[in-house]
């Protein structure tokens, strides 16, 4: 089947097709940011999507992923009879396979120089760090990345060890007074989402560690911010660190 219209409901493969073909989006979600001139028909969030608009689009594509999306409006949507592409992205293989999955596979479109780009990029990417952190990405109440995370996988390429890589869950939530104990960590990084953490709100609940603020696009998306990521991070690494 000739793809010719996709509703993405995942904000960084929203900015993957917008900037390989953009004329197949039809539709996005609210939290779709990038990139900043889209003008598609906002079918509301990632976790409740409006499954009755997005079925009115009637696209021939509908890109989703297993960690931002929930199975039942995928299933919803399933049902109504579409075509429904699901990513599992937790590694940085796993995210370029998937991207090429999504785009020549699914959408139909000729492999991007982007993403030749973005592999590269982290190829030649050294793990030029040697230490341990905490990673928040929630508070009230504080949460941390833990287990099989792809921004994990990303700090980890760079030499940043995850504190709670070992954890079994993927997200927990931690107590703020155990991501300070003595030996934890060397190092906090704080994202800017999903909790807009920054230098006014975050850092001060860590009063013994060096923070590092990070771009959350481009520690937790998987599109073309990935090209630059590596040098985005390691000069938020760096500048905590100095």
């Not at 509703?7 to 900037?19: D, K, N």
């Not at 297993?66 to 039942?72: G, V, Y």
């Not at 990070?214 to 390691?234: C, D, F, K, N």
Request: aromatic share 6%.
């Amino acid at each position: 089947m000739v793809v010719r219209s996709v509703v993405s409901l995942v904000p960084s493969l929203t900015e993957a097709v917008a900037a390989t073909g953009p004329e197949l989006l039809v539709g996005a979600t609210d939290w779709c940011s990038e990139p900043g001139d889209l003008d598609v028909t906002r079918v509301r969030g990632t976790k409740n999507p409006d499954v009755e608009k997005i079925v009115r689009l009637a696209p021939d594509l509908v890109l989703a992923n297993e960690e931002e999306n929930r199975p039942p409006d995928l299933e919803a949507l399933k049902g109504a009879g579409l075509d429904v592409l699901v990513t599992e992205i937790r590694t940085l293989d796993e995210g370029f396979g998937e991207l090429d999955r999504v785009l020549t596979q699914g959408c139909g479109l000729p492999r991007p120089p982007w993403l030749d780009e973005a592999e590269t990029a982290w190829r030649e990417a050294r793990a030029e760090f040697d230490v341990r952190a905490v990673v928040p990405v929630w508070r009230r109440p504080w949460m941390v990345l833990g287990r099989d995370t792809f921004a994990g996988a990303l700090l980890a390429h760079l030499g940043v060890r995850n504190a709670y890589a070992a954890h079994p869950e993927r997200y927990p939530k931690v107590p703020v007074e155990e991501l300070n104990e003595p030996g934890r960590a060397d190092l906090v990084v704080l994202p800017d989402e999903p909790y807009a953490f920054s230098a006014e709100d975050g850092p001060e609940a860590f009063p013994g560690l060096p923070a590092a603020l990070v771009s959350g696009r481009h520690l937790t998306w998987y599109g073309p911010s990935l090209s630059e990521a590596p040098g985005v991070i390691g000069a938020a690494l760096r500048a905590a660190l100095r």
